[in-house]
């Protein structure tokens, strides 16, 4: 038997997702991994996958028990419909029908443990995830604020380029200026030009 530990926690933009695996006759196996920019729901399911693929590669393991403090977003994993997680979902059941083929008697279990409970081996792993402190590299452009605006951005270029270089504009056009007598340009604000 092997037990699945996961735990993902957000921090200036940076998901960080942990994933401890237990064996009683292996040493504590730990997967760590950060990204920029995902929702909370894709580092937990991406921490469960991780911690799925390392015990599914230990021999002689007949049944997983993954503890998370998300039931919720396990039921993610059986859920045939169309959402944003389907490749986590499908690496996930990928590693999970090669698991059950090598042995019709293989299972897996989910439990959920919250925080508040205090087990052990939950809380170390969600004491490391909120400790966990990383900065990303280019702090100013890891938010959705800045892509929003960089596409602002390309779209008022790309409207001026169009403009000035198509016929349409006319001999008619009148040109609105502001009060000190300058040209208005489009421009965006709270998110609509």
């Known amino acids: 038997m092997v037990v699945v530990v996961s735990e993902a926690s957000i921090k200036n933009h940076v998901t ?15 997967t760590l991994h950060y990204m920029i920019n995902i929702t909370n729901t ?9 911690g ?12 997983i028990i993954v503890v998370t403090d998300s039931l919720h977003t396990t039921h993610r994993i059986f859920d045939l419909s169309v959402h944003l997680y389907q490749i986590q979902l499908s690496m996930i059941s990928r590693e999970l029908r ?22 052990s081996f939950h809380a170390t792993i969600d004491k490391e995830t909120k ?11 890891s938010s959705w604020n800045f892509d929003r605006n960089k596409e602002y951005a390309n779209i008022l ?8 270089a198509s016929n ?3 001999s008619n056009f009148l040109d609105l200026c502001d009060n000190e007598d300058c040209s208005i ?6 998110e609509s030009l």
Do not use: M
């Not at 401890?20 to 040493?27: K, L, R």
């Not at 799925?52 to 049944?63: E, F, L, P, R």
């Not at 090669?98 to 087990?119: L, T, V």
């Open 16 to 30: 960080i997702s942990i994933a401890y695996v237990h064996s009683f006759t292996n040493p504590i196996i730990k």
């Open 42 to 50: 894709e580092a937990k399911l991406f921490a469960i996958r991780c």
């Open 157 to 164: 270029n790309t409207w001026k380029i169009t403009f000035q």
């Open 131 to 141: 400790n966990f402190n990383i900065s990303p590299l280019f702090s100013c452009k």
């Open 98 to 119: 090669e698991f059950f083929n090598k042995g019709c008697f293989n299972s897996i279990e989910f439990c959920d443990c919250s925080s508040s409970n205090h087990w």
């Open 168 to 170: 349409v504009k006319g």
């Open 52 to 63: 799925i693929n390392q015990a599914i590669q230990i021999a002689g393991i007949n049944h």
């Open 185 to 190: 340009k489009p421009s965006y604000s709270k």
